[in-house]
């Protein structure tokens, strides 16, 4: 069987002022993860994905520290290591050849060594190779491998670095065997009741963590059978540590949130029926739509609300004003305590899940693309219109069509929506994002 890839995360931890943002930025130039902003979406650059010749893979800032104090900075990176060991394949160490070595470096270094993570030195500001390199060997001392000089704001060095991350790929990026489980990410802010949901699933307390910081591993994966289909739920939840900050636990919330998506198909975006939908829960929705999962939205606690025969339509439509760029999005109210509507909650991850991985064939494809363009004539531009000649799906999870025209620039994103809405309407890929990549043919003369 072939093997599932998914794609490796790498991320950036390192005291404060050592060039982690300009390393990102570096790296990161264009192609940040928010190709076009998702409306009502604003997000900081703490992810992005990077190509770099075959390779592609998720880079994560674990966090810009203030620095206060000695001690804060050195608690701190420590919890950045801790993201990082969590949730990385492989981690970047940065240090910085100007400042030298500290003590804080050393004590983070030694947390990562013990991890057993993949870890690459990166001594970052080091403008001339051959005045620094003196200085670059110190921190051979580290004992966590072979520093490598870089110079960020000069990009200089950078192929090498990334060499090295890349090589470290191996089995990261070759995930276990394939097998036909169902990956499902339960993702949601917390306390709205990720946890209960699966522990009611199981008929069982098996996702109960402790309160000591440090002890609960990043995402925890249940494999479960039901009907005769194999699931993996992973969880986010599992952190409660103390007195964070708010800024930093969102952070955090959103660094896991990408990782646990990463690995599934389908994404199960709770929201707490109590609070309704919160820009917090646009955020998470908007990792999973821009990762183009199939995704559901399931408002638990749905028994403690008041309801009258007109709640259900209510809540659908601020779900859907809020998350307006995610309309395909199936809505779910269930409740883990009673468990009510929780055997609708699997149906409907069967539902997105195969609709996720649906192919259509060329030739329906194409019968549907004329129709729609006979019924609703294309765009055009000074005496210009734009022409249609073909489409076909070039693949799955999520569903990418090609479509082929006389000119890019006159098919506008209103008109492919038009298309897509036409291809939804006689297949309803419901739950599922689709993607559109179009491409220029010029006329046969």
Do not use: C
Request: hydrophobic residues 40%; aromatic residues 6%; glycine residues 6%.
């Amino acid at each position: 069987m072939a093997k599932k890839r998914s794609k490796p995360i790498v991320a950036v931890v390192g005291r404060p002022n050592v060039g982690k943002s300009t390393l990102f930025n570096a790296l990161a130039g264009s192609n940040i993860s928010i190709v076009k902003d998702t409306p009502g979406i604003t997000r900081d650059r703490i992810y992005a994905d990077i190509s770099w010749l075959d390779k592609t893979f998720t880079l994560i800032d674990t966090g810009g520290i203030e620095p206060e104090s000695k001690d804060v900075i050195l608690s701190q990176m420590r919890e950045q290591a801790q993201i990082a060991i969590d949730t990385a394949d492989v981690i970047i160490f940065l240090v910085d050849v100007k400042q030298g070595l500290v003590d804080a470096d050393a004590k983070v270094a030694d947390m990562l060594r013990r991890s057993h993570k993949p870890v690459v030195l990166v001594v970052n500001k080091v403008d001339k190779f051959d005045k620094y390199m003196a200085d670059v060997y110190e921190f051979y001392n580290l004992g966590i491998g072979d520093p490598h000089p870089i110079s960020a704001i000069n990009r200089m060095g950078l192929g090498d670095m990334l060499e090295e991350v890349t090589a470290l790929f191996g089995e990261a990026g070759e995930e276990e065997e394939e097998d036909d489980s169902v990956r499902v990410a339960i993702v949601g802010k917390p306390n709205v009741g990720k946890s209960s949901i699966i522990n009611k699933i199981l008929g069982e307390d098996r996702l109960i963590v402790s309160d000591i910081a440090g002890t609960t591993r990043d995402a925890v994966d249940t494999p479960l059978t039901r009907n005769g289909k194999n699931y993996i739920f992973i969880d986010t939840a599992g952190l409660r540590r103390k007195n964070k900050v708010k800024e930093e636990l969102e952070r955090f919330m959103i660094v896991r949130t990408v990782a646990a998506v990463e690995r599934a198909e389908v994404v199960v975006l709770v929201i707490d029926a109590g609070e309704g939908v919160t820009e917090q829960d646009a955020k998470i929705a908007g990792i999973a739509h821009d990762r183009g999962k199939a995704v559901i939205i399931a408002v638990n606690k749905w028994d403690s609300i008041e309801k009258d025969d007109k709640t259900i339509y209510r809540f659908t439509e601020r779900i859907r004003n809020v998350l307006s760029f995610m309309s395909y999005a199936e809505i779910v109210f269930i409740s883990a305590k009673t468990g009510q509507r929780l055997p609708k909650l699997f149906e409907t991850i069967d539902m997105v899940s195969e609709n996720h991985a649906m192919r259509v064939a060329t030739g329906v494809l194409n019968e549907i693309m004329s129709e729609a363009v006979a019924m609703q004539q294309p765009p055009s531009d000074k005496g210009k219109r734009l022409r249609l000649y073909y489409i076909t799906q070039a693949s799955v999870k999520p569903p990418t069509f090609v479509i082929f025209v006389n000119d890019k620039e006159l098919m506008h994103f209103s008109y492919t929506r038009y298309i897509e809405n036409q291809i939804r309407e006689t297949f309803g890929f419901r739950g599922t994002p689709m993607r559109f990549i179009i491409r220029e043919r010029k006329e046969n003369k």
